[in-house]
């Protein structure tokens, strides 16, 4: 009962908050934690910016900057994408705040994490240099998905170039991606870590144990409730000052918003999904995936949405479905040693399943500059995916459907 009564005391005292910096344009916006920003409710995911040019890339983001928009996540190193972004924002630099990740660097035409602190510097000059811009707000340490890397990270030559990065002022906060609430938790409570971006949705949170979506079996019985150990972050984090934002807010792919696909065997629309997230008073932004200016609209809608649009409870009291080991084209998996971009293949074989083929779906796979037919069965990829996906198999899928 006490930690109900908190969640309801700090909740209205968040919705006093947010309802005084309501803009004109109608966003509603959140504390960043304790670092002094203001976010909106809603933000940009970065990867739909590879699909675009750019000048398709300075409409969006201008679309998007004008209703209000002011956070974006870049995690993606893949040059096209920063280059992209850095355009878009040309003359409007201080109108976004930019959460970017440290320790992503492109190799030969593939994504890479790495805590090697030549390449973690390489990279991170990158992004400065293709966003035009001497600092970011907020700097991101790259997906930490398990104690034992978290732990790894205290003391180490990568965790001493961040903080370092912070004294010049290249970073302003210093925060981390995870996927794991036990790992989530650890890095609220090491007192150095001010912004946590966190995999959330109605789905995620019925996980046991502070477990990970990809884990074997980890989605195969949901829990009823929360999981204590994402209980224990979400209010740690809220009552001391941490801001959390959002990543897989529709489930990784939209897999949430399709009765098919979702774990829950029930569809969420985008308006429940991200009303879901933002109840919890800790959170400060949604990062949604942006991939035109279709998606950007439907997104926005939120602006408009009715209190009946975005009551998820009823959807929530639905039976839990059995699902895991799906892709939500996180590049974990990269490089490839025949260089095929396996995360594309999987989104482009994923939208053929679901849609049904079209000339656009096969235009975009013939662009790509290795296929999934090339694909040997090395397995490197299957020791670096941490969701679990049958990637061989996959690309077997993907060749039968497309042809090679």
């Given at each position: 009962m006490?930690?109900i009564c908190?969640?309801?005391?700090i909740?209205m ?10 803009a004109?344009?109608?966003?509603t916006?959140?504390?960043l ?10 933000s ?8 675009l040019?750019s ?9 998007a900057l ?8 870049i995690?993606?190193a893949?040059p096209?994408?920063?280059?992209n972004?850095g355009y ?13 990740h440290?320790?992503t ?7 890479k994490?790495?805590?090697?602190v ?16 001497d600092?970011i ?9 398990s ?5 790894e990270?205290e ?12 004294k010049e002022g290249?970073i302003k ?24 971006m966190?995999?959330l949705n109605?789905?995620f949170?019925?996980?046991r144990?502070?477990?990970i979506p990809?884990?074997?079996g980890?989605?195969?019985n949901?829990q ?8 224990e ?6 009552t001391?000052g941490?801001?959390?934002?959002v ?6 792919g939209?897999?949430?918003l399709d009765?098919k ?5 029930v ?5 429940q999904?991200?009303a879901y997230?933002?109840?919890?008073p800790?959170i400060?932004t ?16 939120w602006?408009q949405a009715?209190d009946?649009?975005?009551?998820y ?7 839990v479905?059995k ?8 590049n974990?998996?990269?490089?490839c040693?025949?260089?095929i ?5 999987n989104e482009l074989?994923?939208?053929a ?5 079209s ?5 975009q796979?013939?662009?790509?500059s290795?296929?999934a037919s ?7 990829c299957?020791?670096r ?11 077997d899928d993907a060749a039968?459907?497309?042809g090679?």
């Open positions: 006490r930690k908190l969640w309801v005391a909740a005292a968040t919705a006093v908050a947010s309802c005084t910096h309501k004109e344009n109608s966003m916006y959140r504390p934690g304790n670092t002094g920003l203001m976010v909106s409710e809603v940009i995911g970065c990867g739909g910016f590879e699909k040019d000048a398709q890339s300075a409409e969006l983001m201008a679309v004008d209703s209000g928009m002011n956070y974006i996540d995690y993606d893949n096209k994408v920063r280059s972004i878009a924002l040309r003359g409007r630099r201080d109108e976004m705040i930019i959460q970017g440290i320790g660097v492109w190799v030969n035409g593939q994504h994490r790495t805590r090697d030549e390449e973690t510097r390489a990279g991170f000059e990158d992004l400065l240099q293709r966003l035009g811009t600092h707000e907020v700097g991101m340490i790259h997906i930490t998905d104690p034992a890397e978290w732990q990270l003391g180490s030559p990568y965790l001493d170039y961040v903080k370092q990065l912070k290249k906060h210093i925060g981390v991606s995870s996927h794991n609430a036990e790992v989530a938790l650890m890095a609220a409570k090491s007192g150095w870590i001010e912004v946590i966190f995999s109605p789905a949170d019925r996980l144990g502070g477990a990809w884990e074997e980890a989605m195969d949901l009823a409730g929360i999981d204590p150990v994402r209980v972050f979400y209010d740690y984090c809220a001391h941490i801001g959390v934002t990543m897989k807010t529709f489930g990784g939209g897999r949430l009765a696909q979702s774990p829950l065997g569809a969420y629309t985008p308006e999904c991200i997230c933002l109840a919890k800790c400060s949604c990062i949604l995936g942006i991939d035109n200016m279709d998606e950007l609209m439907t997104d926005l809608h602006l009715t009946a649009e975005k009551d409870t009823t959807v929530g009291k639905r039976e479905a699902a895991g080991g799906d892709c939500t084209y996180c974990h998996c990269s490089p040693p025949q260089g971009p396996i995360a594309r293949v074989l994923d939208k399943e679901r849609d049904g083929m000339e656009e779906l096969r235009a796979y013939d662009a790509l290795h296929h090339e694909c040997t069965h090395c397995g490197s299957l020791t995916c941490p969701f679990g996906v049958d990637v061989p198999r996959r690309m039968k459907q497309f090679y």
